[in-house]
């Protein structure tokens, strides 16, 4: 069995902060994880992901993310936020031969000026 | 690479009426195809995938139903809407490690 939480379904940020978007896994096995992001109206585009190798994925727009196993976390992170980043952000779990990813159920991320 | 087509872009149809959403892919062969759906605040809910020509499995029961005419065709339908049905449909693919998805520009369904 697998499943996702992202904390927070709101994140608030100034232009140029940092972004932090958490989000905790559980799987019984190694787990391939995934962050996506979603723009208003638009298809899920897939920002990074992390297949078992490097555990500090880097991602498209400065986006990284780093897979800590003993955390079962896996936190999207931008060391300086932009305006265009103002999205929905989604993590995903998929694991074990299964080809059916588990969503997390997302958080916005806001971007004040 | 993977190119995932949708239409229609926005739909808006009465309650009774039937519906047909159409995705297609180009750039793969046998691909896993899925349907999700975005109601307003809720995430992404899988509806239907299939991993092949006329397999479709089912995640929730619900007045859908899903077809895979062709290899890289998937179509979902309904011979009667319900206000429930409005949301944002999503189609989409995996990778050729089967474990990424790719997703479709989606369909805006309105049920009025």
């Known amino acids: 069995a697998q499943s996702v939480t992202q904390l927070g379904s709101h994140v608030s940020v100034s232009e140029g902060a940092l972004v932090l978007l958490r989000c905790n896994y559980s799987?019984?096995?190694?787990?391939?994880l995934f962050w996506y992001v979603q723009y208003p109206n638009q298809g899920l585009q897939l920002l990074l992901k992390?297949?078992?190798?490097?555990?500090l994925v880097k991602g498209i727009n400065g986006f990284e993310a780093e897979f800590k196993k003993s955390e079962t976390s896996f936190h999207l992170t931008k060391p300086s936020a932009h305006m265009s980043d103002a999205a929905e952000y989604f993590c995903?779990?998929?694991?074990?031969?299964?080809?059916?990813?588990?969503f997390g159920r997302g958080t916005s991320l806001i971007v004040h000026p | 690479s993977q190119t995932i087509h949708q239409w229609p872009a926005t739909l808006v149809q009465p309650v009774g009426s039937p519906l047909s959403l159409e995705c297609t892919v180009e750039g793969t062969s046998n691909p896993n195809l899925y349907w999700y759906r975005q109601a307003a605040g809720r995430g992404l809910q899988l509806l239907f995938y299939?991993?092949?020509?006329?397999?479709i499995s089912s995640e929730v029961p619900q007045n859908l139903s899903a077809s895979r005419p062709q290899d890289r065709q998937f179509i979902l339908s309904s011979k009667k809407l319900l206000l429930s049905d409005s949301g944002f449909y999503l189609c989409a693919t995996t990778s050729d490690s089967r474990y990424e998805q790719y997703f479709g520009p989606g369909t805006r369904l309105t049920v009025t």
């Open positions: 299939s991993v092949g020509i006329g397999q």
């Open positions: 992390y297949t078992s190798a490097a555990t």
């Open positions: 995903a779990v998929a694991s074990g031969g299964s080809y059916i990813p588990t």
């Open positions: 799987s019984s096995v190694p787990p391939y």
